[in-house]
């Protein structure tokens, strides 16, 4: 969420970041301010009203005058409670604005329309040289290691079972994954993958993206309002919010997670309606670090910088991007995609998408630190990156490292202790 007081401060800055995303917030912002104003308005003449009342009381100096007085107090306390009923519609109204208005773009993120705008930073890996490719889902069906008209019966459209090889094959992408994050000095969590909505608002899920959650049916006991998680990136960015302060000596934190992703991907039918590119359930490793305001953009590259390291040691082509405003996700400041090769389809393909949130989604969890003990809170920065999507990282390696002959894929050397083998056929 903005930093309401900034834009008050200097709205036109606002409105002249915001519009590079999509000119139509710069009425947003208008609203903001005027609502706003009104608030400041109403709560002065709350103060007042306030004051008028312990004149009244500190008057009093006899019990007729008690009575008057009395009778004077019950005017204003009546209405200090109207204008407080119109403080808090006013409050509401401020943030139900806010909760749809994303972070504001970097100075060097471009001003761009969509995806076609992005801009190339660096391709890295050779191209295979292969005759008619097969996709991952017509050799992983071939081999016997994915099936997709089985799962159909039992969940339906957008869902996979791996069998066999392909299952191992899973597990060690994922385990390698992992290991590398260990040895990268990433704190592994194990989330659960049901999760509050007051954390999805918190990393700016809700209410925006309401469409494409899994939303449970409510706890008659708790009454709790939960979902399954679209990516651990919720669970491992919540996991410190609203504490005390953090300490100083303690930062920045950075978190690794593999879970299961749940998306039902409402804004994307009739795309990538075969394989395993866009699924309702996936696995993925998130990469989460928590950090100085002062270091995020350095931490940003770290993290960039380590999700390209899976991707060399799989001997995987791939390419980053620099997303341009149109393109960068609600709460990013900043967003690298980093796109794999899929012979395939002839293309690079995302597999995963590193973003600087800068305080947005602190400010949102109350997630601070203080950099002393006399020092005021101060919200933090968070950045969060896949590292990588499991899914799109199996169909790369069978597409990428398929046989000629279309009968097996070699497996990629990074993988060859946790497979056990250097060929599946």
């Known amino acids: ?38 608030k400041r308005e109403f709560q002065k003449q709350t103060d007042d009203l306030k004051s008028q009342r312990n004149s ?30 119109q403080l808090n519609e006013l409050d509401e109204s401020l943030n139900n604005i806010l909760a749809y208005i994303p972070n504001t773009p970097q100075e060097e993120v471009p001003t761009g329309r969509d995806e076609n705008e992005n801009v190339i930073v660096h391709t890295k890996g050779e191209i295979p040289k292969i005759e008619n490719p097969l996709t991952h889902y017509e050799l992983g069906e071939t081999l016997g290691i994915i099936d997709f008209e ?28 992992l290991d590398e994050a260990s040895n990268a000095g990433y704190l592994e969590i194990s989330p659960p993958v049901i999760i509050n909505a007051s954390v999805l608002q918190g990393t700016g899920q809700l209410p925006k993206f ?39 000596a303690e930062l920045p934190k950075r978190l690794c997670a593999y879970t299961p992703c749940f998306r039902s991907e409402a804004g994307a039918a009739g795309k990538d309606t075969r394989g395993l590119i866009r699924q309702h359930q996936f696995d993925k490793i998130e990469l989460v670090h928590i950090c100085l305001p002062e270091e995020s953009t350095n931490e940003h590259e770290k993290l960039s910088a380590h999700a390209e390291s899976l991707l060399e040691k799989l001997g995987l082509p ?30 690079y393909r995302e597999i995963s998408s590193c973003s600087n949130c800068t305080d947005f989604q602190a400010r949102r969890l109350n997630l601070r630190f203080k950099r002393d ?23 790369a390696i069978v597409e990428n490292y398929q046989t000629p002959d279309g009968r097996g894929i070699v497996v990629p050397e990074a993988l060859r202790k946790y497979l056990g083998t250097d060929r599946i056929s």
């Not at 969940?155 to 597990?171: D, H, N, P, T, V």
């Not at 996700?329 to 293309?347: H, I, M």
């Not at 919200?379 to 999507?389: I, V, Y």
């Open 318 to 347: 791939f390419r980053r991007l620099l997303l341009c405003t149109g393109d960068i996700g609600f709460s990013a400041s900043k967003c690298y995609d980093l796109e794999v090769w899929l012979p395939s389809q002839g293309k």
């Open 56 to 85: 009244l009381s500190k008057s009093v100096k006899s019990k007729e005058e008690a009575e008057g007085i009395k009778e004077k107090a019950q005017i204003i306390n009546n209405q200090i409670a109207e204008l407080d009923k």
């Open 373 to 395: 003990q006399k020092s005021k809170p101060e919200f933090l920065h968070t950045l969060n990156g896949s590292g990588l999507a499991v899914g799109r990282t199996w169909a």
């Open 1 to 38: 969420m903005l930093d309401l007081k900034l834009i008050r401060q200097n709205p036109e800055e606002f409105k002249t970041q915001l519009s590079r995303r999509n000119p139509e917030l710069v009425v947003q912002i208008d609203e903001i301010t005027k609502i706003d104003e009104k």
């Open 210 to 248: 309401k469409a494409d959650l899994y939303h449970l049916e409510p706890d008659p006991e708790s009454g709790l309002d939960q979902y399954l998680i679209p990516t651990a990136e919720v669970p491992l960015t919540g996991f410190f919010a609203s504490e005390n302060a953090l300490n100083i």
């Open 150 to 177: 089985r799962t159909a019966k039992l969940s339906g459209a957008r869902f996979s079972s791996f069998l066999g090889w392909g299952a191992k094959l899973q597990r060690a992408i994922i385990q390698f994954m």
